[in-house]
């Protein structure tokens, strides 16, 4: 009998599966008896009951749990008496937890508590907890927000020092400051963001000499400021990072710096790092050169604006010069985007939402967020700096971060090459490269299937991440790219920065000492935080999502089919909302999922449902603690 070691994982209905530490281990069932009171993520040891057979995975008991799982529960509290229970927010929970009086923490009914698990013996129907702290009442505007980010454990206080800290600087750098810098004050600058932007990390200038481009790219010279001997940097690496949850941001240094002194705000003098780069007709740099410098920003352009000049010539400008320099980066990042397309870089045909919400934190709206030319522009010139820091630092070999985007695996890359196959693609030769996915994206793109199969794609494809080791980037076709472009938000730009202005010096020495033992946990730890912020991004607008369907219970939509799976069919609606339609709710016919095609087919009728294929919805029932949508199909006979 095997006895294996790793983390358990809760499914809503009670049942687990356990993941084991050895990853050549497959996951393993566990029964809600055979659980043993273990908790969702808890460390156990498990005893193998039943091996694996042909159509069913191998079967489990718990036998002991090794530790309890660290991360933090959020929950309603609900009094009886002196005492109470904390009802756990979202579905990997089989308990709630008992809270003996002394432990109640001046909790009122229905409020939102952070808890702890004391104990939780066998003779225990319950585990019992302490309340550690208040949120709020669970009726409370934004009390769900602040609850997931509590959830992912994401610090939403400064120290007392780095409050001070950040107060205590002057509202503009000093003369000494900018004394020893490059001055580029004179040279026409803009910065371009969205119209709800408030921190403006990184300026752009340009120039042409003959049929060359010279772009400057200024960043923000945050590491002047936030540097590694002070309490504000603890805070910063703590963080790892900036969250965006819809109604609020949980930054990575203080707004005083983040908005005010750091900001690239216009018409003030502001200490940037600057990328100078010489670019041909043909997208190649051919020199560049980096700055401590200065810059006084001419202009705060939203991207609205420049993409309406830039698509359709409609100018809300009143300067020549503005616009002559706007036409002009327009030039640059359509041979820029040419360049990085015909070395494969990959550009999905993915939506992103935009969820509009009241003053009240009520979604009021949902619908696609626009990336527009002024969007792709900038992403142009960043992506270009990148590469060029990691480009160099790569080849005078001096400890660095980059940015990694590994190939998919082999395993996922068969299963990918087995989906396609159904709708007549295929992958050529035995070695993927970017190329071959951008291939399959051209083929599918305009038709029903463009956006299926770039989410199919995108579930193939290994997510990224920070190393101290130079790779590839895939999906960007490139190598040795780094984070160099948004130190306000990054703390892997931070870093990054504080090494190329140790270059500048020359004080490679330095840089080894600071940097070489240390850059692996750095890079590990703002990988996790990263991870962190982008599961807690997710939930909140799954959350809003949810909110904003409930009052639209009945309606009708169109949308497209985006995912199979045994259980049901996901269907996508225009503004980005996924529901599912359960078989149980197609009673038309007993419908199978026809794996090998990838397709749902009824026994008797021989409707099919297929990936991309258009379905007209009703929204039944919304979820909101589980963030769930249930939609049931509408056939045309309904509406006869």
């Known amino acids: 009998m095997r006895i294996l070691d790793g983390k358990v994982k809760l499914n809503r209905k009670g049942f687990g599966f356990f993941i084991a530490d050895d ?5 393993i069932f566990i029964s809600r008896a055979s659980l043993n009171r273990a908790l969702d993520n808890d460390r156990v040891r498990i005893k193998v009951t039943k091996e694996a057979e042909k159509d069913h995975k191998a079967e489990g008991e718990v036998v002991e749990i090794l530790e309890r799982n660290k991360e933090v529960l959020i929950g309603d509290f609900q009094k009886v008496k002196k005492y109470g229970f904390v009802i756990l927010d979202g579905k990997y929970s089989n308990y709630d937890i008992f809270i003996p009086s002394e432990h109640v923490n001046k909790a009122k009914n229905n409020d939102k508590v952070v808890v702890e698990i004391l104990y939780f013996d066998k003779k225990d129907k319950n585990p019992t907890g302490k309340i550690v702290e208040v949120l709020g009442n669970m009726n409370d505007t934004g009390i769900e927000i602040l609850a997931i980010a509590k959830k992912f454990d994401l610090p939403d206080e400064f120290s007392h020092e780095t409050l001070e800290y950040a107060n205590s600087l002057p509202k503009k750098p000093s003369k000494e400051e900018m004394k020893n810098r490059k001055d580029f004050s004179n040279l026409f600058t803009v910065t371009i963001d969205g119209a709800d932007a408030k921190d403006f990390d990184d300026a752009i200038s340009i120039e042409k000499d003959g049929e060359e481009y010279i772009l400057y790219v200024h960043i923000a010279d945050v590491a002047h400021y936030v540097t590694e001997n002070r309490k504000i940097n603890d805070d910063a690496y703590e963080r790892g990072n900036s969250v965006y949850l819809l109604d609020r941001v949980i ?17 003030e003098d502001r200490l940037t790092l600057t990328v100078k780069m010489k670019i041909d007709k043909k997208g190649k740099v051919i020199d560049y050169d980096f700055y401590e410098s200065v810059i006084n920003s001419d202009y705060r352009l939203i991207y609205e604006d420049v993409s309406n000049l830039l698509e359709n010539k409609k100018s809300v400008y009143k300067n020549p010069e503005l616009e002559e320099k706007l036409y002009l980066m327009n030039e640059l990042h359509q ?7 015909s070395n494969g870089a990959l550009d999905f045909d993915f939506k992103e939402s935009k969820i509009i919400l009241d003053g009240y934190g009520t979604p009021i709206d949902v619908k696609v967020a626009e990336r527009r030319v002024a969007n792709r522009l900038i992403e142009s010139f960043m992506v270009l700096t990148n590469e060029v820091v990691g480009e160099h630092f790569s080849n005078i070999e001096v400890p660095f971060i980059y940015r990694v985007h590994e190939a998919p695996s082999d395993e996922k890359v068969m299963e990918f090459r087995s989906i396609i196959a159904r709708f007549g693609l295929q992958i050529k030769g035995d070695k993927l490269y970017p190329k071959d996915f951008q291939k399959i994206l051209k083929e599918v793109e305009g038709t029903s299937l463009s956006y299926t199969i770039s989410n199919i794609m995108l579930r193939t494809m290994k997510k990224a991440e920070y190393r101290r080791e130079p790779n590839i ?32 010096h020359n004080n490679y020495k330095k840089v080894k000492r600071s940097y070489l033992k240390k850059l692996d946990k750095i890079a590990e730890h703002i990988s996790e935080t990263e991870r962190k912020a982008d599961e807690a991004e997710r939930d909140v607008d799954a959350l809003k999502k949810c909110e904003y369907m409930v009052d639209r219970v009945g309606n009708e939509y169109t949308g497209i089919i985006s995912s199979i799976t045994h259980f049901g069919i996901f269907v996508e609606l225009p503004n980005t909302i996924e529901g599912l339609i359960h078989f149980r709710s197609l009673n038309d016919d007993f419908y199978e999922f026809d794996e090998e095609n990838y397709r749902v087919i009824g026994n008797h009728k021989k409707n099919i449902y297929s990936l991309g294929q ?18 049931s199909l509408v056939r045309e006979e309904e509406n006869e």
Do not use: W
């Not at 041979?335 to 397309?341: H, V």
């Open 614 to 631: 258009e379905v007209t919805i009703r929204v039944d029932k919304v979820n909101i603690e589980l963030r769930e949508i249930d939609f």
């Open 251 to 267: 930054p990575m240094i203080p707004e005083s710096l983040s908005n005010g002194l750091c900001s690239l705000n216009p018409n």
């Open 335 to 341: 041979i820029l985007e040419e360049k990085r397309y």
């Open 473 to 504: 980037h895939f999906g960007l076709a490139t190598e040795n790219y780094s984070h160099f472009t948004a130190p306000i938000r990054r703390y892997s730009d931070l870093v990054v920065h504080r090494i190329t202005k140790a270059s500048l």
């Open 23 to 27: 990853e050549n281990v497959e996951d």
